[in-house]
């Protein structure tokens, strides 16, 4: 199991020390450094700008969400950035959720997994670079259909890197994590826990069975996992550290019955911790959701404490799905952690 390093998306300003963990990552022969966008900071200016001074370790996005640029956009970026990289960049791509795409980007939330089967197939026609791209689906028409009738189908002016630039889907529902290992190179989890390995093995085989002949290899499918690793003589303050990350995503960043945040965590068992999570959350009151996050709950999905128990609950990670532990920690430790982790 490989190690990369999630920068996340940003508070209110730059997070402190992003750059110089970027830095530490590819020094320390890392395998990937990753950013994130919701509704503030996007994912690919600050990979460009902070990646443009690695050598190795590859930058991927994790996640570029569908509804902030079109699939031909968004395959622009990506080819811009694999060139600029030397051949180095992942494109991670997620769905998002209704609170961020109706809010945020105005648009519709219908069928997102024919929306993101739709895009996929864009973005490898625009990456293949075999004809101008068309397209007739539900969701994107290229050229687009009832305008002025003088769109024209189009190819990349630019020859991709690579026609096989890789690309990775963050998915969190039983049909979304299928639909990943059916049409992606990777998968992007969230919450992944040890215990739920049998069942994300099986879902990942489900999709991997509708695989087409000329998608890449089942054995070179990717699964990254976000795991939040807090270094700390004491376990509860450790935990302390990864609970608000925990109630923001249980409470907060989704509506009332479409957070599939929180649905991943009901599956996992919590749904009774979730739903006072949720309801201080709702309410405004986050120092009391945050107090209602179970320390089970951090450990099943994060790494906490002193370094001999961080060393004890390794083989149970090493032995699931995951292919790359993508460390989510305080910039400063991530030397620390990197060589406890390795």
Same mark, same amino acid.
């Given at each position: ?11 209110a300003?730059p997070?402190?020390?992003a ?9 320390l022969?890392?395998d ?17 700008w902070?990646g443009?001074? /690695?050598?190795?370790v590859?930058l991927?996005t994790?996640?570029?969400? #569908? *509804? %902030?640029?079109? =699939?031909?956009?968004? !395959?622009? &970026?990506?080819?811009t ?9 992942v ?9 961020v ?18 895009y ?10 075999e004809?101008?791209?068309t ?7 290229l ?7 003088l ?5 990349? /002016?630019?020859h ?8 990775? #889907? *963050? %998915?969190?529902? =039983?049909?979304?994590? !299928?639909? &990943?290992a ?10 992944y ?11 990942l085989?489900?999709g ?21 690793v ?16 925990i ?6 960043m ?16 919590y749904?009774? *911790?979730?739903?006072?999570?949720q309801?201080?959350?709702? &309410? ?5 959701a ?12 994060a ?6 128990a961080?060393?004890a609950q390794?083989p149970?990670w ?18 620390v ?6």
């Open positions: 199991m490989r190690l990369g390093y999630h920068t996340g998306y940003w508070p300003g997070p402190r020390g750059q110089e963990a970027v830095l530490a990552a590819d020094r022969g890392l990937s450094v990753w950013t994130a966008e919701a509704y503030g900071s996007d994912a690919f200016t600050p990979l460009a902070w443009s001074r /690695t050598t190795t590859r991927g994790a996640i570029a969400q #569908l *509804a %902030a640029r079109t =699939p031909t956009a968004t !395959a622009m &970026a990506a080819l950035l694999d060139h600029l990289s030397g051949g180095r960049f494109l991670g791509l997620g769905a998002s959720g209704p609170q795409v109706e809010g945020w980007y105005g648009q519709p939330y219908p069928r997102p997994l024919a929306r993101t089967r739709e996929v197939a864009i973005v490898r026609d625009v990456l293949a670079r004809a101008p791209v397209y007739d689906g539900d969701f994107y028409q050229p687009y259909v009832g305008g002025s009738g769109g024209k189908a189009l190819r990349s /002016t630019v991709p890197l690579r026609a096989d630039l890789p690309i990775h #889907l *963050a %998915a969190e529902g =039983p049909k979304n994590v !299928a639909l &990943a059916e049409i992606a190179d990777g998968w992007l989890p969230m919450f826990s040890p215990r739920m390995d049998a069942t994300y093995r099986e879902l085989a489900e991997f069975a509708r695989r087409g002949a000329g998608a890449s290899p089942v054995e070179e499918f990717e699964v990254t996992a976000t795991v939040p807090v270094v700390g003589d004491d376990v509860e303050q450790a935990a302390d550290v990864v609970r608000p990350f109630a923001l995503y249980a409470g907060g989704g509506a009332k019955g479409a957070n599939f945040h929180r649905d991943v965590l009901d599956r996992l068992g749904a009774e *911790a979730c739903d006072e999570i309801a201080h959350y709702l &309410a405004g009151r986050r120092a009391e945050t107090a209602a996050v179970p320390l089970e709950l951090v450990q099943d999905v790494l906490v404490g002193p370094p001999d961080i060393r390794l149970a090493k032995g699931t799905a995951i292919t790359t532990m993508l460390v989510q920690a305080d910039p400063r430790t991530l030397p952690v990197a060589e406890l982790l390795a």
